[in-house]
């Protein structure tokens, strides 16, 4: 079958990655592994946006050498969207009640707090757009969906009720969002292949090698 792989790569990131060894992760050596054989893989749809340095100062440089990793592999496209970080006032949830480590805040507790706040826009939008719009101009005839974001639910849906195409979701987590596992034809679980599916160290580009972020 054609296959046409579409990677939320923040979401996947925050599900699977961000607390693990296996953050040098070669997204084609996964794809092959996770699906069947009879799949033949003819691109690799990733999406994700450059993130900000306000939290962890060495999270752009980070990416940017694993970004330069993906570059590699010639079946992958990166599309990107946006990450956006501000300061904005929020309301204060009013806990209930305080339990030890907490500690019992100011009396009066207030009902604003200003915090940094991080939003990733469009990625799972043009995610969601590219897959809809390449199952209805035949770009394949199976496609593998890599997240555990819901706001895709209603893409996947036309695809394989409207399109009628099967679309196996690769799950980032155990337990994946039932609104997805309910539509989707096929589910395959990445965390048996995470640790197998890892780039050499360093990888090899067109400009020189690309060594593996120290802290991962």
Request: charged content about 20%.
């Amino acid at each position: 079958m054609k296959t046409i792989v579409y990677i939320d790569g923040l979401n996947l990131y925050y599900r699977a990655l961000r607390k693990s060894p296996h953050k040098w992760l070669d997204l084609l050596a996964l794809s092959q592994a996770s699906l069947p054989v009879d799949c033949d893989i003819v691109a690799i749809n990733y999406y994700t946006a450059r993130v900000s340095d306000r939290r962890t100062p060495s999270s752009p440089k980070d990416q940017n050498t694993y970004l330069a990793a993906l570059d590699t592999l010639p079946t992958l496209e990166i599309h990107y969207g946006k990450f956006q970080v501000a300061n904005k006032w929020m309301f204060l949830a009013q806990p209930v009640e305080f339990r030890p480590p907490c500690h019992v805040p100011p009396t009066p507790t207030p009902d604003f707090a200003l915090v940094v706040r991080t939003e990733e826009k469009c990625s799972d939008v043009n995610l969601g757009a590219h897959l809809v719009r390449d199952a209805f101009t035949a770009k394949f005839e199976h496609a593998a969906l890599l997240t555990d974001d819901t706001d895709l639910t209603e893409p996947l849906r036309i695809v394989v009720q409207e399109a009628r195409l099967p679309v196996t979701l690769l799950a980032p987590i155990d337990k994946p969002a039932g609104s997805l596992t309910k539509l989707a034809t096929h589910l395959r679980h990445l965390r048996p292949y995470l640790g197998a599916c890892q780039f050499p160290n360093p990888v090899i580009g067109p400009k020189g090698p690309i060594a593996k972020p120290a802290d991962w």
